[in-house]
């Protein structure tokens, strides 16, 4: 791989240009004083121009060998063609384009050496210096452009060596970093920042994203590192279609190399040269890392060690996506027992302490009633007797909701049973009720109470947005798990657009995924709306 | 006179309708109850007529009970008072061997006429709850002439097991309009409206995952 001058070897640059001057020019016996003044004039100013040399740009750099070869050239022509002044140093510039590791600059110098040589000769006719003297030129140009490619190789192993050295201590220490984080960092988020920063640095590239699923159509930037990437944190993209969606929909690491033909990758990045790599725990996917534009590296294009080092990171996120995920999901299933709980509690309460009260009261009133006079007193307590009646059905109509008593003593179908003909009742909706599990039989507590709730939000959506003309429901075994679709003919939407959140269906899904199922939406504009649950039952 | 024993775990409600009873000149309440063995000891006790249970008890609930109640006294009639309107609990407890079911908000003005009822050897269910009962007995399967070509009953099947059109098309290697216009020709041939009506009508014909 080249050296270039204009990088960051210029103290090896000036050191090589030293070696070689050293070695070319004190050996010659033939050169007067003049030439080895000027020698080392042109050689102290090369080495203080490599100080600045990378503040310079390429073209005007090139100005410095060339002109020195053209002055070469106008010192022969004024000399009548004899070998004087710096003239013969012309080896100096070879060597200097020799050393900036630019084959095609090297031709440049080595064509204008030749046009130094013949045009004097054409213009002047043959040199009057001795024959053999041109062939110490010939030598010193031809040594110099020999250690001028040695020294060049030489550095550029010694620098490849360094910077692989480098980079795995870099690798070490940064997989040691986010292997630490993992242990100590409870926070999900500033471990996904870790991990992309030093994927980013690592891997040289322009950005480094990291994308998790958001519902069954996103994905949404849980953690970015360059290109102003953090204002991206929190948005969504589409799963569907894209190259992120595919890796993680495959579960396999995806590569597209940079180059004209190559359409910009994403939108949101520009990317051309890019790497996807999904995050896997236990055979699924549950997220993926995105890496876009090698900037600083070898190549444009991410090469198999990168995309290597990419899918060690990608694993040791995926622990930590699957840690937090596991995590949020034993507090969500506590909040989710505790408040089925407390509602039981309610529903309890109410029904058996504050309905008694009102039986009672209502018992209390009818004696009385009875008791009086046939006159308005009378109808007065009737009416009081009325008004307990329907507190005590608001109360039943409240422990219903609140959790049916019958979900806990008959199970599931009875429940829905119940819920469907009241919601009919309440609605004017009917309902067609399947179930085709017997009446009697039982499915876990946390199952029957998912379901159930379920079926409670998907005929609220109903009553609320659909307007249709019938709905049902139908719950059915299917090969060891229990399938539930809620379904109508009504208006329907589509599932794809951000509607979803007023919908309660993120909920819905959140009760799903803690029992392992999955949660199918199909919808669109007129075609009504089916809502298919599947959740394993052990 | 009917003799009839009242059993709730709330005293006040006991108290109430002891004091209803009490109005009346044919019926009397000879006891009271407090929880499932109390009044399974009263009822050998006094042989009532009648008894008044709750169905919700803390410990053992009054459906539990009524198969001991009914062994050791064959006379005697139970008329159920609950605050539980679900359908299921009625069909239980007149399996279980009750003559009546009563909603306690409408205990006071019914009780009476209820307890009267029974004990003449009749049956009583609050009306509204009646007509429940009846929308709730299962209908009797309408097994049809099967219409259905073959690719119409693999749709039907795997709408039956609960697939969206979506999963149905690409089973069956077919486009979702086709699955949806498949659903639509099933319906009408059938003459059904709903999902659960072809899952229904699925199971009628044995097919796959009806």
Partial sequence: ?538 | MIRVLIVDDHAVVRAGLALLLGGEPDMEAVGEAGSVDEAIAQAAALAPDLVLLDLTMPGKTGLKAMPGLLRENPQLKVLILSMEDDPRYVREAFAAGARGYLLKEAAANEVVGAIREVAAGGRYVHPELGARLIDTEPDAEKVRVDPLSDREREVLALLALGHTNHEIAKQLFISVRTAEAHRAHIMKKLNLGTRAELVRYAHAQDLPGG
């Avoid at chain 1, 005007?60 to 004087?84: E, I, K, N």
């Avoid at chain 1, 980013?200 to 949404?220: F, M, N, S, T």
């Avoid at chain 1, 939000?457 to 719950?475: F, Q, W, Y």
């Fill in chain 1, 1 to 538: 791989m080249p050296v270039k001058l204009a990088d960051r070897s210029v103290p090896f640059t000036v050191l090589g240009v030293g070696v070689a001057f050293a070695l070319v020019a004190l050996p010659a016996p033939d050169r007067n004083d003049g030439e080895i003044a000027g020698a080392a004039v042109l050689g102290v100013s090369l080495v203080a121009l490599s100080f600045c040399w990378r503040r310079i740009p390429r073209t005007t750099q090139l100005v410095v060998p060339l002109g020195y070869l053209a002055l070469a050239a106008l010192l022969r022509l004024s000399d009548g063609g004899a070998a004087s002044g710096f003239g013969g140093l012309y080896f100096l510039p070879i060597l200097w384009l020799a050393l900036s590791g630019d084959r095609r600059e090297l031709l440049i110098g080595l064509v204008a050496l030749t046009l130094v040589e013949i045009v004097p000769i054409i213009a002047i006719g043959a040199p009057r210096y001795p024959v053999d003297s041109w062939r110490p030129g010939v030598v010193r140009v031809s040594v110099a452009t020999i250690i001028g490619f040695t020294i060049q190789q030489l550095l550029a192993e010694t620098r490849a060596r360094a910077r692989d050295a480098t980079r795995w201590s870099q690798r070490l220490e940064s997989l040691n970093e986010v292997g630490n984080a993992l242990a100590t960092e409870t926070k999900l988020q500033p471990l996904l920042a870790l991990v992309a920063a030093r994927l980013r640095e690592l891997l040289g590239a322009r950005v480094v994203a990291v994308l998790l699923p958001d519902g069954p159509h996103k994905l949404r930037f849980a953690a970015v590192a360059g290109a102003d990437g953090h204002a991206l944190v929190g948005t969504k993209v589409s799963r569907d279609g894209t190259r992120s969606g595919l890796a993680l929909d495959r579960s396999r690491s995806e590569r597209a190399a940079s180059g004209p033909g190559e359409p910009p990758i994403d939108a949101d990045f520009g990317g051309r040269a890019s790497l996807w790599v999904p995050l896997v725990v236990r055979d699924r996917s549950i997220g993926v890392i995105s890496v876009h534009d090698k900037v600083d590296g070898d190549g444009p294009d991410f090469s198999d060690d990168d995309l290597r080092l990419a899918e060690t990171f990608a694993s040791r996120a995926a622990v930590a996506v699957d840690l937090s995920e596991r995590v949020a999901r034993d507090s969500l299933q506590r909040v989710v027992e505790a408040q089925e709980i407390e509602r039981q509690r309610l529903a309890r309460e109410l029904h058996d302490q504050t309905g008694q009260t009102l039986t009672s009261i209502m018992l209390g009133l009818k004696a009385v009633e009875e008791r009086l006079p046939d006159d308005p007193t009378r109808g007065a307590v009737a009416a009081l007797g009325q008004q307990v009646a329907s507190a005590m059905q608001d109360v039943r109509r409240i422990a219903l909701e609140l959790r049916p008593k019958v979900l806990d003593d008959y199970g599931l179908v009875s429940a829905l049973e119940r819920l469907t003909r009241t919601f009919s009742a309440r609605t004017g909706i009917p309902v067609d009720l399947e179930a085709r599990l017997s009446r009697d039989e039982r499915l876990p507590a946390e199952i029957e109470t998912a379901l159930y709730r379920i079926v409670q939000e998907g005929l609220t959506n109903i009553a609320k947005h659909a307007d249709p003309t019938r709905a049902s429901v139908l719950v059915t075994p299917k090969n060891g798990s229990v399938v539930l679709v809620v379904e109508d003919n009504g208006n329907g939407f589509d599932p794809a657009a951000a509607h979803e959140e007023g919908l309660g269906i993120d909920g819905m899904r959140e009760r799903v995924a803690l029992l392992e199922g999955r949660l199918t939406i199909e919808s669109g504009k007129e075609a009504g709306t089916t809502l298919v649950v599947e959740v394993p039952v052990n």
